[in-house]
């Protein structure tokens, strides 16, 4: 049989035991993903309705989701993120996480206008923006005088 010691020597490890567990239960909550926090910090002065994006490493076609947020246009010719010599002629464009080859519909949300345009590039790296396209796409948009637009992203290959 237990003496009165050995009694509550096991009384208070399973007090210790009991506590600890409790306190690894508080301690696990769930993992928000680093590109949320990042959309939200930088869409803060926008009223944007962002969808998550395929990441980089996942293929774009399991996921067809569209997003909102300011497109801007470049024209620099230089070398792309995937190799390629940039061509302002092509209809191309540069995203931040979207895998080379994603074929994208880009739509002026304020005249409707749409270009479907390539990945080939990174960018925008300016706060606040969803996508870089070439001239001629800007072209097709409508945005070349103003710079920049609204617009809406899908995803279609």
Known sequence: ??????????VRMLAVTLTA??????????????SELRAASRNTSLVMKTNK??????????????????ASFYSD??????????NPNALTAAHPTLPFGTQLR???????RSVTVRVNDRGPFVPGRIVD???SAAETLGIVGRGVAKVKLDVIQ
């Open 53 to 70: 994006h395929t990441p980089a490493n996942k293929n774009a076609a399991e996921t067809q989701i569209a997003s909102y947020g300011l």
């Open 106 to 112: 880009v739509t002026n949300v304020a005249t409707g």
């Open 133 to 135: 396209v070439s001239y």
């Open 77 to 86: 010719e230089q070398q792309t993120a995937n190799g390629e010599k940039f």
């Open 21 to 34: 567990a409790a306190l690894a239960a508080c301690a696990q909550s769930p993992v928000t993903k680093k």
């Open 1 to 10: 049989m237990f003496s009165s010691a050995s009694f509550w020597n096991f």
